[in-house]
């Protein structure tokens, strides 16, 4: 059945907390990635309940919902739902992660927005390559001159899109940043340090070439805002308009010709010089090694952090060694091991997912599928893809394999890109590793995987046993863990838990500032906040208790927790209190919804008709 593209796009903004709760939204290829202002309403198994949906992961602060080819209808359909800036995530935003991944997550959300305008380019350079090949354009004609005008201006002008992108990320004025990147790559400052090294102001300006460059910007712009924090604070406000904007580029201008920009050109220059060092001397052990480890790379979303390189290598080699060959290697090989499991798989359901998952990595390129829909979820298909991908990869490296331009996410069709170097033998060597990919991951995954359970196989006596004592007509009952005036979840003024995005139940406003347990069980989870905590009953009932809404903004204040995650507790213990009027005085609501959270796993729940209860009286009945 064909995707509701719409009823997806509604379903998500619901789930990750409406449009209120969406600082950003911006997508790649297979991805929607929101910013989020709080991090914590999704419930990612919710979300990966939607129809369309792959795949939740959350990186480099952002909320990324894995959708596959689908990805741009639903990201429009999203778009006439609210206003949403294509922020990719701050510094402040998400968890706190080791230093490594948070710039590996600034270079990839800074790049990420790019991606379009580098792919149509690349697939101009691609097809002019192939007018070229077989005599159909003529080198010294317009047509040339302009398609290859074309396939370069996103390259030659990177620094002023990249600044655009990188500014807006840091919350920083986009048109300055780009005026000072498009100063970098002026016809007149070109020329000047083609010169040699000159001076500005008596001070030696490093002579260095920045079409095409990535780190010179990605090192101005963060310091760029330093810069214009600094003139606004000195500017006085009936000059500011005129005032600000002088300081910062003037400010900027020898900030980037005399340190930022040869750094990064020094950087950038070490940088080639190392991928032609790994490409010249242990260039079969980094591909083996990369295309092995690319899924895992994927997953992150980390391998847009790379792109950097691949554009120095193109610039300064003429070709990439690295980035496109090694996901050529490693997505193939994820196609060719979803296609073994549509080909053993007993389930018709998964024989058409992994079918259909299998040809767009393949064909497009476009892992993802397989990955979270086949690979993973049945592991030894993982396994059998690595090992497929590391000699496949292996072979690359040997044959000195390589791109010669870049069109889209490497698959089958990527040998086009290969075309070049004086001959066909480059992307000979390619169909080799396109065969080897496929075919490897293909075999072994038929050795390997054993079509179970999950896949629609016989179901273990366990797992019937578990069926069985799944509760269908004996009843669970829940007492009420507060005091107060009990509604229905429908009239709680949040979408996430009026919508029933995070479970069933009720909604209660208190009386009394204690939380007891509604029923024997287990602590599940305790918020750091200290204002909601989950239980498991002994009976298997999965309860969420929120108090308040919102008020994950207090950061703990007004309430004292009285358990820890892992204690078991008894009916009518007394699990944490709140004070009322501090959360009153701060603005938010005491509504405090109570959610069974798993209820896939029983047939109906009742609330109870008491419009007001005690802690400890009935309030849920589960069956």
């Given at each position: 059945m064909a995707l509701d593209y719409a009823k997806t796009a509604q379903a998500l903004l619901d789930e990750v907390g409406g449009e209120k709760n969406v600082s950003g939204l911006t997508h790649c290829m297979t991805r929607l990635r929101f910013v989020l202002k709080d991090s914590a309403i999704p419930k990612d198994s919710e979300v990966e309940k939607v129809p369309g949906v792959i795949r939740v992961v959350r990186q480099g602060g952002q909320y990324q919902i894995v959708i596959g080819n689908e990805v741009g209808n639903v990201h429009k359909e999203l778009l006439k739902l609210g206003h949403f800036e294509e922020s990719t995530g701050g510094t402040d935003e998400g968890p706190k992660e080791n230093l490594f991944s948070r710039m590996c997550g600034f270079v990839a959300g800074c790049m990420t927005p790019l991606l379009p305008a580098m792919l149509g380019c690349g697939m101009i350079k691609v097809v002019l390559t192939l007018l070229m090949t077989f005599g159909l354009v003529d080198t010294t004609g317009s047509t040339y001159v302009i398609l290859n005008a074309a396939g370069d201006a996103f390259f030659y002008f990177m620094p002023v899109l990249l600044a655009m992108t990188t500014a807006k990320r840091l919350g920083s004025n986009i048109y300055l940043a780009m005026v000072v990147a498009a100063l970098l790559i002026h016809p007149d400052i070109t020329a000047l340090l083609g010169q040699g090294n000159t001076a500005y102001f008596g001070i030696p300006v490093t002579s260095a070439v920045y079409s095409s460059s990535v780190l010179p910007v990605l090192l101005i712009v963060p310091i760029m805002g330093y810069i214009e924090r600094f003139a606004d604070k000195i500017c006085p406000n009936i000059v500011k308009v005129f005032l600000k904007p002088l300081i910062v580029v003037f400010i900027s201008i020898p900030v980037a010709l005399v340190v930022v920009g040869p750094l990064g050109s020094i950087l950038g220059n070490y940088l080639a010089s190392g991928i032609s060092f790994l490409y010249d001397k242990a260039g079969w052990l980094t591909i083996m090694l990369l295309s092995a480890a690319m899924p895992f790379i994927v997953m992150t979303g980390m391998h847009y952090a790379l792109i950097p390189l691949m554009t120095i290598g193109f610039t300064s080699l003429g070709f990439d060694a690295i980035l496109i060959i090694t996901m050529f290697c490693s997505n193939l090989a994820q196609g060719g091991a979803s296609l073994a499991v549509a080909v053993k798989a007993k389930d018709e359901n998964v024989k058409s997912t992994a079918s259909a998952a299998g040809v767009s990595a393949i064909v497009a390129g476009i892992t993802e599928p397989a990955m979270y829909g086949v690979t993973l979820k049945?592991?030894?298909?993982?396994?059998?893809?690595?090992?497929?991908?590391?000699?496949?990869?292996?072979?690359?490296?040997?044959?000195?394999?390589?791109?010669?331009?870049?069109?889209?996410?490497?698959?089958?069709?990527?040998?086009?890109?290969?075309?070049?170097?004086?001959?066909?033998?480059?992307?000979?060597?390619?169909?080799?590793?396109?065969?080897?990919?496929?075919?490897?991951?293909?075999?072994?995954?038929?050795?390997?995987?054993?079509?179970?359970?999950?896949?629609?196989?016989?179901?273990?006596?366990?797992?019937?046993?578990?069926?069985?004592?799944?509760?269908?007509?004996?009843?669970?009952?829940?007492?009420?863990?507060?005091?107060?005036?009990?509604?229905?979840?429908?009239?709680?003024?949040?979408?996430?838990?009026?919508?029933?995005?995070?479970?069933?139940?009720?909604?209660?406003?208190?009386?009394?500032?204690?939380?007891?347990?509604?029923?024997?069980?287990?602590?599940?989870?305790?918020?750091?906040?200290?204002?909601?905590?989950?239980?498991?009953?002994?009976?298997?009932?999965?309860?969420?208790?929120?108090?308040?809404?919102?008020?994950?903004?207090?950061?703990?204040?007004?309430?004292?927790?009285?358990?820890?995650?892992?204690?078991?507790?008894?009916?009518?213990?007394?699990?944490?209190?709140?004070?009322?009027?501090?959360?009153?005085?701060?603005?938010?609501?005491?509504?405090?919804?109570?959610?069974?959270?798993?209820?896939?796993?029983?047939?109906?729940?009742?609330?109870?008709?008491?419009?007001?209860?005690?802690?400890?009286?009935?309030?849920?009945?589960?069956?």
């Open positions: 049945y592991k030894t298909p993982m396994i059998a893809s690595v090992i497929a991908a590391a000699i496949s990869g292996l072979y690359a490296g040997i044959t000195h394999l390589v791109a010669y331009s870049f069109g889209g996410s490497p698959s089958s069709l990527s040998l086009i890109q290969m075309i070049g170097g004086g001959g066909f033998g480059n992307m000979i060597n390619g169909v080799i590793a396109l065969v080897a990919s496929v075919t490897l991951a293909f075999i072994l995954t038929l050795i390997l995987y054993k079509p179970g359970e999950a896949d629609g196989g016989a179901a273990s006596e366990s797992d019937a046993a578990f069926e069985e004592k799944k509760p269908l007509v004996e009843t669970i009952e829940l007492a009420s863990p507060l005091a107060g005036t009990v509604i229905s979840l429908t009239e709680v003024e949040d979408a996430v838990f009026a919508g029933g995005v995070l479970g069933e139940g009720a909604a209660i406003i208190p009386s009394e500032g204690k939380v007891y347990a509604p029923a024997d069980g287990t602590i599940s989870a305790v918020i750091d906040t200290r204002h909601a905590v989950g239980i498991t009953t002994d009976r298997g009932a999965e309860v969420l208790i929120h108090v308040g809404l919102d008020t994950v903004q207090l950061k703990g204040d007004g309430f004292t927790i009285h358990c820890k995650e892992g204690d078991h507790v008894t009916k009518g213990s007394l699990l944490l209190e709140f004070d009322m009027e501090k959360i009153k005085e701060a603005g938010f609501s005491l509504t405090t919804p109570v959610l069974v959270s798993n209820m896939n796993n029983f047939v109906s729940l009742k609330i109870c008709d008491k419009k007001q209860v005690e802690a400890g009286e009935k309030l849920l009945t589960i069956v």
